[in-house]
Nanobody
Framework: QLQLAESGGGLVQPGGSLRLSCAASGFSAVNYGIGWFRQAPGKEREGVAA????????DYSDSVKGRFTISRDNAKNTVDLQMNSLKPEDTAVYYC???????????????????WGQGTQVTVSS
């Protein structure tokens, strides 16, 4: 059974860093595009970053570009999200998701990702 599990969330001060990890089990993520999404209270779930199966393509939302970096280790079946210069507005539950087909024009579209993890809370506060 295909499963995704996020880890690495927590409480961090503004300007700090966190590294989230998404671990795949029950399947080889090497053939899947992986996206990171987040959902803040009262807001829609939004795409943050995504990476194609062979790491040839990475995409970011404007709000995190230059601060977040997505990477993957296919040998470990993991995809990480390095988050630097965190802001209070980055506070949300962060989810990873898998898509059998990575479409750059739709990388932030939730409907392209049929497989989702349970999420990990990130709180940026002093």
């Amino acid at each position: 059974q295909l499963q995704l599990a996020e880890s690495g969330g927590g409480l961090v001060q503004p300007g700090g860093s966190l590294r989230l990890s998404c671990a795949a089990s029950g399947f080889s993520a090497v053939n899947y595009g992986i996206g990171w999404f987040r959902q803040a209270p009262g807001k829609e779930r939004e795409g943050v970053a995504a990476i194609s199966s062979n790491s040839a393509y990475t995409d970011y939302s404007d709000s995190v570009k230059g601060r977040f970096t997505i990477s993957r280790d296919n040998a470990k079946n993991t995809v990480d999200l390095q988050m630097n210069s965190l802001k209070p507005e980055d506070t949300a539950v962060y989810y990873c998701a898998a898509a059998a087909r990575y479409r750059r024009s739709y990388w932030a579209s939730r409907t392209d990702y049929p497989y989702w993890g349970q999420g990990t809370q990130v709180t940026v506060s002093s």
